[in-house]
């Protein structure tokens, strides 16, 4: 089992899964791998090439797709269908595991965007969390004093800048295919003009989400973009920052963007029946929610989207209604 966690809390939760499921199956064995998260497309695109890769990945669902598209996945439409439980995912997050009619894998978890405030400077100021663009513009500037920027969003160049921007672009009417039309224009000339006007820090082109989180969290910023993995993070290593999440500004409509991982077989993989066995197993309610949990994500089942731990928080809750869109 290969994982991106390397250096992260996330694997915790892993290894704890990993062995719950070993004590009740007494006759498997799970080896963790993980590679840290910068390092792992390389990795997964390497170890496919030399025929050098584990029974089971953990892949981001942006790059599930791509790897399914380069031969490297197994196909589990047999097993998935004899499951049968295919239609209890959300729609968006089960299509991120098919590929051109071919089931490949399972939704792992899902996560997403939403807006982060800090309560107290937000009362300073006199403001409510941004709606809109607009209101993101005059709420950035009015938190904006001394040292501290208004806000702090990933613009670097990579896949997390890229992540934390599309949603800029679909909220203001626009998409990949016509990037270069009034509203990709206009969710690009936000981020500029939050850099040009002072509210945002010009190292925004050298942060990646980790080093946004700390910005928020030594109240160098206001406001941050991020999402639900930074919750128990903040808690711990912030403990001292009340802040409060709202949903993403709009422009023509509100959205977010789906994050998470699928579970996928490696098709090379000579346990393919127990890689999925395994899988499957972590898709019951009873091992599924405490390993999502502790990890502070969100579930892919719309069963268990209805749990009171999530709809009854009002973090979580935002971050969930965001997951569903």
């Known amino acids: 089992l290969i994982d991106p966690w390397a250096g992260t809390t996330f694997g915790d939760a892993h290894n704890a899964q990993s062995q719950r499921f070993m004590d009740s199956h007494p006759n498997t064995k799970i ?10 497309r390389q990795m997964l695109v390497q170890g496919a090439a030399g025929g050098e890769l584990p029974d089971i990945a953990l892949i981001d669902n942006p790059d599930f ?11 589990l439409t047999s097993q998935i269908k004899a499951w049968g439980k295919a239609d209890l995912y959300f729609p968006g997050h089960w299509s991120s595991t098919v590929f051109e009619g071919v089931n490949h894998g399972v939704p792992c978890f899902s996560n997403c965007l939403a807006f982060w405030t800090n309560s107290d400077m937000k009362k300073e100021a006199g403001i409510e969390p941004p709606v809109t663009f607009d209101d993101l513009r005059t709420a950035a500037k009015k938190l904006t004093a001394g040292s501290r920027f208004g806000i702090a969003m990933d613009a670097d160049h990579s896949e997390e800048g890229v992540f934390q921007w599309l949603a800029f672009l679909w909220a203001a009417g626009s998409d990949l295919g016509t990037i270069n039309d ?9 981020w500029v003009d939050l850099v040009n006007e002072g509210s945002m820090s010009k190292g925004c082109l050298g942060w990646n989400q980790w080093a946004v989180k700390d910005e928020f969290g030594n109240k160098r910023a206001a406001m941050m ?12 290593s912030y403990p001292d920052v009340k802040w409060e999440v709202t949903a993403l500004p709009k422009d023509k409509i509100v959205t977010s963007i789906l994050g998470g991982e699928n579970y996928g077989v490696i098709k090379t993989s000579p346990n393919i029946d127990a890689a999925w066995e395994y899988i499957a197993w972590t898709q019951d309610p009873a091992n599924y929610k405490p390993f999502i949990q502790q990890l502070g994500m ?6 268990v989207a209805t749990d009171p731990y999530w709809t009854s928080d009002p973090v979580l809750n935002t971050f969930l209604e965001a997951v569903k869109v």
């Open 31 to 40: 080896e963790r791998l993980d590679i840290p998260f910068k390092d792992f």
């Open 65 to 75: 797709h791509s790897f399914a598209a380069l031969g490297v996945l197994a196909d």
């Open 182 to 190: 009034a509203g990709g224009q206009k969710a690009l000339q936000l």
């Open 225 to 236: 973009l991020s999402g639900p993995w930074f919750i128990p993070e903040m808690k711990k």
């Open 298 to 303: 969100f579930p892919s089942l719309s069963d």
